[in-house]
């Protein structure tokens, strides 16, 4: 299957709703169509931004951070992201898929932590500018259920810590912003992971034979 321009591939979700290892599947997918590929994952994805990302998840800081803090922190993290990651693969003509990129923002700290909205538009017009995904695929799970997998999964970051309202309302923004999005793929993910996998694995082959068909007819 050959393609034209490379792609933009996000997966996004609350946590617990199994992005990990659907990146994972994605990847297998473009491997099998000899489409090359790097993995990245917000906050993070660079040496700096990775650090950074130890900053917003970290417990036991030295001082509280300001949620307005973290916000100005992620769209930190996602400037080195984007110029040193992301520009150039894209421009080489290697496809991204990342674990979370700014709709996060939207849904995490204009939801859950309740900034103002204006204020992460504006920074996203600064940041993000033109380099937004080819497509997203939203990994839809009820709260009760992610906050389930999490104490399962192990040890909680400073972000699982929070309430079940919390995510709540991380999930309401999500699915308001995507239902709004035409670049995007909504997967039930509260179902066992096998019939998880194989929703998406349909609707993203799908997918990826429309982009090859809109590369010869375009």
């Excluded at 489409?35 to 509280?64: D, F, Q």
Aim: net charge positive; glycine share 6%.
């Amino acid at each position: 299957m050959n393609f034209k321009n490379s792609k933009f591939i996000v997966l996004e979700g609350i946590d617990g709703s199994g992005k990990t290892q659907a990146c994972k599947l994605i990847a297998k997918i473009l491997k099998k169509h000899n489409i090359k590929y790097i993995i990245v994952r917000e906050p993070g994805g660079t040496p700096i931004s990775e650090k950074i990302r130890k900053i917003i998840k970290h417990i036991n800081l030295y001082e509280i951070l300001n949620n307005k803090t973290i916000l100005l922190l992620v769209y930190a993290s996602r400037m080195q992201l984007i110029q040193n990651i992301i520009k150039p693969a894209l421009k080489n003509n290697i496809w991204i898929i990342s674990d979370r990129y700014d709709l996060s923002s939207f849904a995490y700290q204009g939801g859950g932590y309740k900034i103002n909205n204006n204020i992460i538009q504006y920074l996203k017009n600064i940041i993000v500018n033109s380099y937004n995904p080819d497509l997203t695929i939203y990994l839809d799970v009820i709260p009760k259920n992610a906050l389930k997998r999490i104490i399962i999964r192990g040890k909680l970051d400073k972000i699982e810590k929070n309430n079940l309202s919390f995510f709540k309302r991380i999930r309401n923004i999500y699915l308001n912003l995507i239902s709004k999005d035409i670049n995007s793929l909504l997967i039930n993910a509260n179902l066992k992971i096998d019939i998880v996998h194989q929703d998406i694995k349909n609707k993203f082959t799908k997918w990826l034979k429309k982009c090859k068909q809109d590369g010869i007819h375009g």
